[in-house]
Every structure is written in structure tokens, then in C-alpha cells.
């Protein structure tokens, strides 16, 4: 029977008064009667058995001891709380339910209230620390009380195992602690450090790091490093520095891929842990992975390693999932604010005026940019209508801008006028951008404005230019015309009256008349060819049309012009497949004429063979045709597309020299270019390109 239900039993017996008491008349004691006895005796054991199936269906541990600090009863919540049986127990010092350092402490305070009476902790319910039996420390709440029996006094102390209570307080400690660091952090890696640390220390890790998307290469880059100042890790630490991971690869790799925590009991016999050597080197076991998201976006991952081998805790693993959450809330804020820092930063070093302004027009913000360009300064503008801005009679394009970026629409380089602080105007291109806010409804614009004004000024006196140029073209073609017309009729007269004096006075004239008569009628001819060329050279691009051409057929409407040359020289004209482009039929078809004439004349003493083809060009179609004449010299090469430039004597071969210079003028106003090479084995390559798509004219001149 323990003291405790001893007590019971004096304090049951001390309640019966009068007779039931055993006390004579005389007051003196007598020993109660058996009958007597055995009530008692039953009663105190029925109290005894009530008390013994209270205490051992309590729910907290119930431990008593006596005055020396041995135990004397220990229950069976006790038991499951201490892993120590009863019969292990009883008997012994309650210093083996205690750490170590805790043992001179209590043997003190037992002397100390032997001696004294002085009670620290009797009627108090305090916390300690405890100690299983396997040697694992856990916290306890203790209600202490005393108690007498036959003369000697008694403990029995009331425990409840805190360890859930104090591991989510510890839990609820860490979580403050980190968002403390990330509140009060100055930049990204200083609190992704601190946090590192208030997590793995509040939790029991040895090491922590944090890794973040390099979206460029698509791999995870080690953002951040945190270690004990217990251990040093060297190498680990310097191969997760200079590591990257792909989704998938590795830890971080695989958290990545599934977006969800993972748990290693033992990186050392992970097969996928490619730093298992460096772990090994440095006594790494146990590391937890965790996800760092922001409104279900990956962020990274946040990675911790511990020197002990740690099986899986899903309370832990909950705890660090919210925490880690909270983290990769603080990174993507932190990458929104640099972002928004830089944004901010090139906004106002922009050379253009960038404003913002509210759906009733009014400023709402404004750059340096605006200040240059505008004149007004940032306080002058901001709060103001934009109505500043725009000229007298302007006030529809006002509305008509403000209603177009009320309902989403984006202007892109809209050009106008506006009105600076001084009231002179400039020419500005403008883009204009809706802002969507939080509810999704289109609450202001961003207007960005490049000033044009030199441009415009460039554009208006190119018109002029060009204005200017049509002008002067029109009346030199009219001149080209008037002079022609008026040289040709002279040459007809010489052509006539040459052509009579050979019928009617040949016989009379010498030998010598007769050859000045010949140069006559060949300087004549000469001239009125030459007369033709020029007018046709002034008529190229008066006008030119874009249309489907087909190359093949313009070839072939060529060869035909020159069928009676062709066979004359029992030349070859061998024509490649040949592309649809889009110019001008009658310009191209005399380019194609123009090259193989070229070619017929200048063929030598060989049979004249002339190869048309054409391929690919990037964005533009190359035409080659190419002879097995007398070729060309390098140093001629450019100069022979100049009009009236001739090579050769004109009794070696005929013509003017305008051919090849027609034959550029078409090609540039085509968009393209057109040069002379040495042919692949002998005589010249005449190329020239076309671009494939459809194209404006070019400008004459």
C-alpha cells in the first residue's frame, strides 16, 4: 500500500466519533471491537482500490516519493510517459527521471526543505525538463504537493508531458522569427540569409540554402548559403555554389518537377544526390526540399541538411511548408520592387516624356523626359488636365484619345501636335497604353511621346526636294523630247539631201567626194540612233507599275526581238527555269533584251552561247546571265554602266554605250542592284537582283 493510501486509511478511521471511537467514560482509549475492525478494514480497502483505479486511469503521470527523493509509486501514465516500468522505478532516486544537470540542483532543494520547510515548489505548477528512459529529454508541466504519513513526509507530483505544446510554440517562434528577418531585411540576400538561419536553428539544421530560376539557361542557381558555426562543410558548401540543377536532377531538381516538399532520411544512400560525395566528405545525412511559390508560381527551392540521419516529420514538414511559402512570397515581392526600381529608373532617364493619366484626363505622373520636353515641371503638371498639352481645336482628339484607352485600346505611334509651357507647338509621336488595375477595369493610360519634330522638318524638305526634283524631271524630259524632235528634224534633211546627192551626183564625184559622202550618211545614222537611245534613257521609270511577271516569258518574248541576229551568229540562248516577281513588265523585258543584245555583240570570234538563270537571294530573287565573249576588265567593271561609256572603237562595235546604263537604271528602280564578273570559264557574268516582295517605286531622279 503506498503512503498515499495509508494517509487515506488514518484520515477514514480519525472521521468515526463517540462510542465508534473506542472512548470510555472516563476518557480513556480502548481498542475497537472486531467487528468494528473489520469494517474499518474494508472500508480502507475499498478506498484504497478506488484510489489505485483513479490514479492509474489518470491521463497524467502520478509519481510519489519520499523524503529522501526515492520513488514509491508510479503510474501507468508514467510508465508511457518515462518508458520505465513500475517495478523499474520504484525504489530508486527521482534523479533517474531527471537530465544530469539537473541532479545536485534537486538534491539541494529536498535538503534545503527537510531542514527548513522552505517550499519552492510545493502548490506550484512549474515546467521542467525530463528524461526517458532511452535517454531522449522532453518538457514537463509539474504540480508538486507534500503530504505526512506515520510521521513522515511525502511528495507525489501530478506531470504532464508539454512536448506538443512546447514543439508548437517553438514552431510558432520560428515562424515570427523569419518573418521578422524578411520584414526587417534591406535587400534580398541578407534576408534570405537571416532566414536561413532563424529556420535551421528554431528546427534543428546544420546547413540551409536557397535556390532560385536562372530563366535564361533553365536551370536552378544557388541564391543563398547558411551554416552552423558547429560544422564547416567546406566542400559541400563550395560544390552547391558552383552547381546547377535541371528539372528533375537532384534535389532541388526534383522539387522543382513535382513542385512539392521532399524528404531524405540519408542523402549518403540517395542515388539521385549528385553532391553525395561532398556530403559524405562533410558528415551530411538527413535535407528536406521545399518549394518556394508565389500565388501557385515556382519561385525556387529552399533546401536544408542536418549531420543526423532524421526521419520524416509531417509536423515539422507542415510547418516548413507554410514558412517556406512565406519565403517565396518575399522573393517575388523583392524581384517586383527591383524590377519596379528599375522600370522606375529607366522611366525617368528616358530620353522621351513618359506620363501617366487617369480615366478623366488628369496627370498623374510625369518624367524628366515631359519636364525637357513640355517645359512644365513635375509639380507644375501632375493634378493637371492633359487639355494643357493640346493645341486650340484640339478638344475632339482629346475625347476621341481618352475613350479609345478607356476601353483597352493601345495607340501605337500616333503622330500629332502639342503645345509646350511657352505655347510654341511641336510634332510628337505618340504611344498610348491602358493600365488595368487590381478589379480588372481600365482605370488609367501611360502616354509616351518621342518628339518628331526634326523629323517632320527632314520630311517636309525632302517633299519639297522631291516635289522640287519632279518638277525639274518633267521639264527635262519635256526638253529631251523638244530637243530631240528639233535634232531630228535637221538629221532627216542631212539623211534626205545625203541620200539624194548619192542618187543623182555619185558619178560625178571622186573618190574622195564619195567617201566624205559616206561619212555623212554615217555620222547621220550615228546620231539619229544616238538621239533614240537618249530618249529612250529618259523615258525609263516615267512610269513603272508593280505587278506578277513572269521571267520565262519576258525571255522568251526577248530571244524572239533578236531571232534574226540569233541565227545570223548561230548563237545559243539556253534559259533555266525562271521565278514570278513583281515589276514592271516592259522595263524587265528590255533588261533581258538589253544583257543578251549585250552579249550577241560582244561575242568574239567563239559561237555565241548566253546562259539566263536565277535562284535565291535571301529576300530577294539573283539573276545571272552570262556569255562566252571577250569579257571584261576588272577596272571596267563599274564604269561601263555609265551612259555613252564605251570599251571599244565604234568600228569594232556599234552602238552608243546608253544599253548598259538603261539597264541599271531599271534595276535600281526596281529596288535592286546590277554588276558585272568574270564568267565561271570565259567571257562575262552579268548579275542583277530583284526583290521578291511587292514594293513602292523608286523615286525617280
Known amino acids: 500500500m503506498s503512503p498515499l493510501g495509508g494517509a487515506l486509511r488514518r484520515r477514514r478511521f480519525s472521521r468515526r466519533p463517540g462510542a465508534g471511537n473506542g472512548t470510555d467514560r472516563g476518557g480513556g482509549s480502548v481498542a475497537p471491537s472486531g467487528a468494528v475492525a473489520s469494517d474499518l478494514a474494508n472500508e480502507l480497502r475499498e478506498d484504497d482500490a478506488r484510489y489505485r483505479a483513479v490514479v492509474e486511469t489518470a491521463g497524467d503521470g502520478i509519481v510519489s516519493a519520499d523524503a529522501d527523493g526515492v520513488i514509491t509509486s508510479f503510474n501507468q501514465a508514467a510508465e508511457r510517459m518515462f518508458g520505465y516500468t513500475r517495478d523499474e522505478v520504484v525504489g530508486r532516486p527521482l534523479t533517474i527521471l531527471m537530465p544530469e544537470r ?6 539541494a532543494g529536498l535538503q534545503r526543505f527537510i531542514a527548513t520547510g522552505e517550499r519552492h515548489l510545493i502548490g506550484r505548477t512549474v515546467e521542467v525538463t525530463a528524461r526517458r528512459k532511452d535517454g531522449a529529454e522532453f518538457p514537463l508541466e509539474l504540480s508538486l504537493a507534500s503530504w505526512e504519513a506515520e510521521g513522515r513526509q511525502f511528495f507525489t507530483g501530478v506531470l504532464r508531458d508539454t512536448t506538443d505544446r512546447t514543439r508548437i510554440e517553438q514552431y510558432f517562434a520560428v515562424e515570427r522569427a523569419v518573418l521578422h528577418v524578411l520584414s526587417e531585411a534591406s535587400g534580398t540576400h541578407e534576408a534570405l540569409g537571416g532566414a536561413l538561419q532563424a529556420l535551421a536553428e528554431g528546427t534543428g539544421w546544420d546547413l540551409g540554402d536557397v535556390w532560385t530560376v536562372d530563366e535564361e539557361r533553365a536551370v536552378l542557381r544557388c541564391q543563398s548559403l547558411w551554416r552552423s558555426p558547429a560544422i564547416e562543410a567546406d566542400a559541400f558548401r563550395a560544390l552547391t ?14 522539387v522543382w518537377e513535382s513542385c512539392r516538399p521532399a524528404w531524405i532520411a540519408d542523402v549518403q544512400l540517395d542515388e539521385n544526390f549528385p553532391r553525395r560525395p561532398a556530403a559524405a566528405e562533410d558528415g551530411l545525412h538527413a535535407a528536406i526540399a521545399l518549394p518556394l511559390t508565389s500565388g501557385g508560381q515556382f519561385i525556387g527551392v529552399l533546401e536544408l541538411l542536418s549531420q543526423k540521419r532524421r526521419p520524416p516529420d509531417d509536423e515539422l514538414l507542415n510547418l516548413l511548408v507554410v514558412i517556406a511559402r512565406e519565403v517565396g512570397y518575399f522573393v517575388e515581392r523583392k524581384r517586383t520592387e527591383n524590377s519596379l526600381r528599375e522600370l522606375a529608373t529607366i ?10 493619366k487617369s480615366a478623366d484626363g488628369l496627370i498623374t505622373s510625369w518624367n524628366a523626359g515631359a519636364e525637357r520636353l513640355y517645359g512644365y515641371t513635375r509639380e ?35 503622330e500629332t501636335v502639342r503645345r509646350r509651357k511657352d505655347g510654341s507647338e511641336l510634332d510628337v509621336s505618340l504611344t498610348i497604353a491602358p493600365v488595368v488595375g487590381g478589379n480588372g477595369h481600365r482605370t488609367a493610360a501611360v502616354a509616351i511621346a518621342a518628339d518628331i519634330s526634326r523629323q517632320k522638318r527632314a520630311e517636309r524638305a525632302l517633299a519639297a526636294t522631291a516635289a522640287e ?9 519635256r526638253f529631251g523630247s523638244i530637243a530631240a524632235h528639233d535634232l531630228s528634224e535637221p538629221l532627216r534633211l542631212i539623211s534626205g539631201f545625203a541620200e539624194l546627192l548619192r542618187k543623182r551626183h555619185a558619178a560625178d564625184l571622186d573618190e574622195e567626194g564619195n567617201q566624205f559622202l559616206e561619212t555623212i550618211e554615217n555620222a547621220s545614222e550615228r546620231m539619229g540612233q544616238l538621239v533614240d537611245d537618249l530618249l ?23 530571244v524572239a526581238s533578236l531571232s534574226v541576229r540569233i541565227a545570223e551568229s548561230d548563237a545559243r540562248v539556253i534559259v533555266a527555269p525562271l521565278p514570278v516577281v513583281h515589276a514592271d513588265a516592259s522595263q524587265l523585258g528590255q533588261l533581258f533584251q538589253n544583257l543578251i543584245s ?3 555583240k560582244f561575242a568574239g570570234e567563239l559561237v555565241p552561247e548566253v546562259r539566263v538563270s536565277a535562284e535565291r537571294d535571301e529576300d530577294a530573287w539573283r539573276f545571272s546571265v552570262a556569255d562566252n565573249g571577250i569579257g571584261i576588265e576588272p577596272r571596267d567593271a563599274e564604269r561601263i554602266f555609265d551612259p555613252f561609256q564605251r570599251l571599244h572603237p565604234r568600228d569594232a562595235f556599234p552602238g552608243t554605250g546608253i544599253g548598259l546604263g538603261i539597264c541599271k537604271r531599271v534595276v535600281e528602280l526596281h529596288g535592286g542592284r546590277i554588276w558585272a564578273e568574270p564568267g565561271s570559264i570565259e567571257g562575262t557574268e552579268f548579275r542583277f537582283t530583284i526583290p521578291d516582295s511587292p514594293s513602292p517605286p523608286a523615286g525617280r531622279g
Open 241 to 254: 555554389r558552383q552547381t546547377t540543377f535541371r528539372r528533375g536532377e537532384g534535389l532541388p531538381g526534383r
Open 102 to 107: 539537473f541532479h545536485d540542483a534537486h538534491r
Open 380 to 414: 507644375e503638371a501632375v493634378g493637371q488636365s492633359v487639355e494643357i498639352l493640346f493645341p486650340e481645336g484640339q478638344a475632339r482628339e482629346l475625347q476621341e484619345l481618352l475613350e479609345r484607352a478607356h476601353t483597352g485600346v493601345r495607340i501605337e505611334r500616333y
Open 598 to 600: 549585250n552579249a550577241l
Open 347 to 356: 522611366v525617368e532617364s528616358a530620353g522621351d516624356a513618359i506620363m501617366g
Open 469 to 477: 526634283l519632279e518638277r525639274s524631271n518633267a521639264e527635262l524630259e
Open 536 to 558: 529612250t534613257y529618259a523615258r525609263v521609270g516615267r512610269t513603272t507599275s508593280r505587278e506578277p511577271v513572269a521571267c520565262g516569258e519576258l525571255v522568251e518574248q526577248a
